[in-house]
């Protein structure tokens, strides 16, 4: 089982950016769909980005397309979340997640897909 720990997160004004970071231990994430998901007070926690563990296909919200990547470095064991163009509404707790099923191969957005975590990390995008 992959144990995951966020890092990265902070406060950050509208227009610039942030990289979060999601370092994995206790297995190879080249084995696992990874995700990032956010969850903002009140709402229900989000698929945002996410990295298929078979073609590599990346999949986006459509409300942070074209403003974050995510991205992998399997030598590190360690994925990412680059978040340009930040908005307010961007301001959430935003969790790494990954999991080797076919499940989450098939609906990587989805946060039933997912059963290892990170901790959390909040992000607050604000003038």
């Known amino acids: 089982q992959v144990q995951l720990v966020e890092s990265g997160g902070g406060l950050a004004q509208p227009g610039s950016s942030l990289r979060l970071s999601c370092a994995a231990s206790?297995?190879?994430?080249?084995?696992?769909?990874i995700g990032w998901f956010r969850q903002a007070p009140g709402k229900e926690r989000e698929g945002v980005a996410c990295?298929?563990?078979?073609?590599?296909?990346?999949y986006y919200a459509d409300s942070v397309k074209g403003r974050f990547t995510i991205s992998r470095d399997d030598a590190k064991n360690t994925f990412y979340l680059q978040m340009n163009s930040l908005k307010t509404e961007d301001t959430a707790v935003y969790y790494c997640a990954a999991d080797p099923s076919v499940m989450a191969m098939m609906y990587p957005l989805e946060r039933s897909s997912y059963h290892n975590w990170g901790q959390g990390t909040q992000v607050t995008v604000s003038s």
């Open positions: 990295l298929t563990r078979s073609d590599r296909g990346t």
């Open positions: 206790g297995a190879t994430l080249d084995d696992n769909t």
